[in-house]
């Protein structure tokens, strides 16, 4: 009876054994979505943790084009979706203009020199809320010379978005109010640290303080926790000639600024100690 018991014992615990090496092995996608409570795009996450920043360029006899993004930015899918859509809109729309050039170019009978655009996305910022990216872009369509501009974007994890930082603001003019007597105050220091002088004249073309909410405005982090450092970026031509250059002009994140917040995005923000 013992022996038979015995028996019966080693061919169950090989059928079970049996089983589980015939079963698959889930990946860690596939173990991620299967967590309770675990939101639908958990394999997607997981799947995108294991990627790289996106670093693309090309180069011919037509165009130059170069656009990349840092790896906080690619492991979140959704927003390199829109990272990747946002290149190749770029490249198509250099390509067209290159070529309609280039065979106006070839027409006439005079030299084509090829068009450009070379953007990159860096981190600025990355708190528990909010990815905060910058981006430089130099272009060149033809011309005397090249051009360089400036953009920006939030990724606020909480609702799965893509914002502009005036969008956490009450208003253009609220965020102005704060910050149009600093940004003032800091070109003139940036213009006289390069040994220029700042015409104020009325008639003067670049005589006029611009307002910040008209230029690129990048919101940075100094713990990873809160939204505390604020630079505006202005482009060539907007207070000088081309010459001059662009101007990245750091300002203080103060009360005033941090009082012009939506009320939603308040926590979110802290003034400069």
Same mark, same amino acid.
């Given at each position: 009876?013992?022996?038979?018991?015995?028996?019966?014992?080693?061919?169950?615990?090989?059928?079970?054994?049996? /089983?589980? @090496?015939?079963?698959?092995?889930?990946?860690?996608?596939?173990?991620?979505?299967?967590?309770?409570?675990?939101?639908?795009?958990?394999?997607?996450?997981?799947?995108?943790?294991?990627?790289?920043?996106?670093?693309? *360029?090309?180069? !011919?006899?037509?165009?130059?084009? +170069?656009?990349?993004?840092?790896?906080?930015?690619?492991?979140?899918?959704?927003?390199?979706?829109?990272?990747?859509?946002?290149?190749?809109? $770029?490249?198509?729309?250099?390509?067209?203009?290159?070529?309609?050039?280039?065979?106006?170019?070839?027409?006439?009978?005079?030299?084509? &020199?090829? &068009?450009?655009?070379? $953007?990159?996305?860096?981190?600025?910022?990355?708190?528990?809320?909010?990815?905060?990216? /910058?981006?430089?872009?130099?272009?060149?369509?033809?011309?005397?010379?090249?051009? $360089?501009?400036?953009? /920006?974007?939030?990724?606020?994890?909480?609702?799965?978005?893509?914002?502009?930082?005036?969008?956490?603001?009450?208003?253009? *003019? +609220?965020?102005?109010?704060?910050? !149009?007597?600093? =940004? @003032?105050? +800091?070109?003139?220091?940036?213009?006289?640290?390069?040994?220029?002088?700042?015409?104020?004249?009325?008639?003067?073309?670049?005589?006029? @303080?611009?307002?910040?909410?008209? $230029?690129?405005?990048? =919101?940075?982090?100094?713990?990873?926790?809160?939204?505390?450092?604020?630079?505006?970026?202005?482009?060539?031509? *907007?207070?000088?000639?081309?010459? *001059?250059?662009?101007?990245?002009?750091?300002?203080?994140? /103060?009360?005033?600024?941090? !009082?012009?917040?939506?009320?939603?995005?308040?926590?979110?923000?802290?003034?400069?100690?």
């Amino acid at each position: 009876m013992l022996r038979r018991h015995r028996t019966a014992l080693l061919l169950l615990s090989s059928a079970l054994l049996a /089983s589980a @090496c015939s079963q698959k092995s889930p990946t860690p996608a596939e173990a991620a979505a299967a967590v309770p409570g675990a939101p639908p795009s958990a394999a997607a996450d997981v799947a995108a943790g294991g990627t790289s920043a996106s670093d693309v *360029e090309e180069t !011919n006899d037509l165009i130059a084009f +170069a656009y990349s993004y840092p790896l906080e930015a690619a492991r979140i899918p959704e927003l390199a979706a829109l990272l990747d859509a946002a290149r190749a809109a $770029q490249r198509s729309a250099l390509v067209d203009a290159a070529a309609r050039d280039k065979a106006v170019a070839d027409k006439e009978g005079f030299s084509y &020199h090829a &068009h450009s655009h070379l $953007q990159s996305w860096k981190r600025i910022a990355d708190t528990p809320r909010f990815l905060s990216l /910058s981006s430089e872009i130099a272009t060149y369509m033809g011309g005397a010379h090249g051009m $360089q501009s400036f953009d /920006s974007l939030l990724w606020d994890r909480s609702h799965a978005k893509r914002l502009k930082p005036l969008d956490l603001f009450k208003s253009g *003019e +609220a965020f102005d109010k704060a910050a !149009n007597d600093d =940004l @003032c105050a +800091a070109i003139e220091r940036a213009k006289a640290a390069r040994g220029i002088s700042w015409s104020r004249d009325p008639d003067s073309p670049f005589g006029k @303080c611009p307002s910040a909410s008209t $230029q690129t405005v990048w =919101l940075g982090s100094s713990d990873g926790k809160y939204l505390d450092r604020l630079t505006i970026a202005i482009a060539p031509y *907007e207070i000088g000639p081309y010459a *001059e250059g662009s101007y990245k002009i750091n300002l203080p994140m /103060s009360e005033a600024i941090v !009082n012009a917040v939506k009320p939603e995005y308040a926590r979110d923000f802290r003034p400069a100690s």
